[in-house]
């Protein structure tokens, strides 16, 4: 075998795996862009929270659980109706996400609640005369304790504090891959666009690695959605289960936008390669 | 013609799906190979977390009381041969929440929905039986509770000798109580969840009509005086 006959055969190999790790680093790289902008992202999970009505459910569900501890307490449906409406639910979980992301203190405050249910209490007990024996301080203290420690429950987020503490370890490590991983395709890029003599080459080899980027990406979304799981997730409260699915559906779109850009630059490649074939050829 | 049809040939068509298809694999493959190891545990746990099906939020409940006529002579004391037999195969078990009968005191003006449960859903609609409990006919305790500003409001006329209805799809279940006792929430020794003879113990918050959290509880304890028995060998 001559050696331009060699090269020939050995150069398709050479851009054909250039081209596999072209697909490879594009793929690693959706990968983690969607989990910058999604799961690192504080602003993803508070538009999650407004996005799934997440605010209001919380506030229902604390008003529902309230209701049934009034049931136990002497406390008519009505007296909580009117308490909750003073609290202000969205400023309190924004609150309590900012600081798992900014890693500062994550308690809730539930100083304001209890000063505040304990006014209440004793509005109620004056507008309606009830007499001091039957509203004895420590079983009122009691039930301010109870329904703090209800409100504190239904305003965290389960897990959430694990699952931020390993977000905020690994924040600068996704940003110093992301940085590698785009110089990667660059490189990987140039190398296929810069060595190759003819044109239409360079466009090939770029398409077929942009086309194995495009399907790699394609198959997450399908696999999951196909799976059908999200929904199946078993959570006590719809607040959070609607969250969660929200969440995981919004952080999913994510992957089928980046699906069709690659599909677009796929397209792209061919239609260049294509003109650049056939310019070739006639030339 | 033939000239156009050599180069659409050439073009590499078919590469250019081919060639991806044949990368998405390698690539998902290498990638699950890599990963599957470190996380297979995560994942394992993770299944736990999900279900068969989607999750019901609904707050309603689901009722299988069918009431049944009373037998003439309910309310006549039995003892245990006196008793008549109903195999449990043919009745049908109550699941968690399920509505499966009805509890009366005429004298204290209680009736209310009795659910196989005592969570906050079952005692805002009725009063609920704890689960680790037995169900009436078992000869067994039966544990009940209710908010005492709602179903069990009545508990506070409660009086020995008067009599308890439990009316279920099985059968009719008469109890007459003999014993009100006060004690504290954390007195385990309230209720005898052990006891091989039928007895119904109920209980709710006391004082009754106070405002705010009590650490006291009202139970009321009544003996079995007449219904259906059930055999759970057949």
Known sequence: MSESNRRSKVKPLIYGFLSFMLGFVLFLLSICLVLKFTLFSENFMLDSMANTGYYEMVKDELNDKLKNLGHASGLPDEFFDDFIKDIDIIEVERNYVSAFYTGSSTLVDTDTFKQQLLASINDYVEENNIDKEKADEKNILYLVDEASSIYVKT???SFFSVIANYINKLQTPLSMTLVGLVVAALVIAAIIYFTNTYKHRRYRYLTYGLGAGFLSVLVVPIVVFSSGIIPKVNIATRSLYNLFVGYFNSMFMYFWILAAILLFLTVLGFIVYRQKYLKAINS | MHKHRTSHRSIGGKNFVILPIIFCVLI???????????TSSFISMAKLFFSDGE????????????PVEEDEDEGKEQTTEERKVIPMSTMKFPSYGDQFGELIIEDCQIEARLFFNDGANE???????????????????????GHNNTYFNGLKY???GQKVKIRTSYGNYIYEINDIQIRDRSEESACNLGADYENLVMYTCYPFDELGLTPQRCFVYAKFVSGPALDNRS
Do not use: E, Q
């Open chain 2, 158 to 160: 409660a009086k020995k």
């Open chain 1, 155 to 157: 305003v965290t987020v």
């Open chain 2, 123 to 145: 005692l805002n609609n009725g009063v609920g039986m704890y689960t680790g409990s037995s169900i009436p006919g078992y000869g067994k305790t039966i544990l009940v509770a």
């Open chain 2, 28 to 38: 998902i493959g290498i990638s699950t190979a890599i990963v599957y190891p470190s």
């Open chain 2, 55 to 66: 999750k019901d939020f609904s707050t309603g409940y689901n009722n299988i009381f069918v």
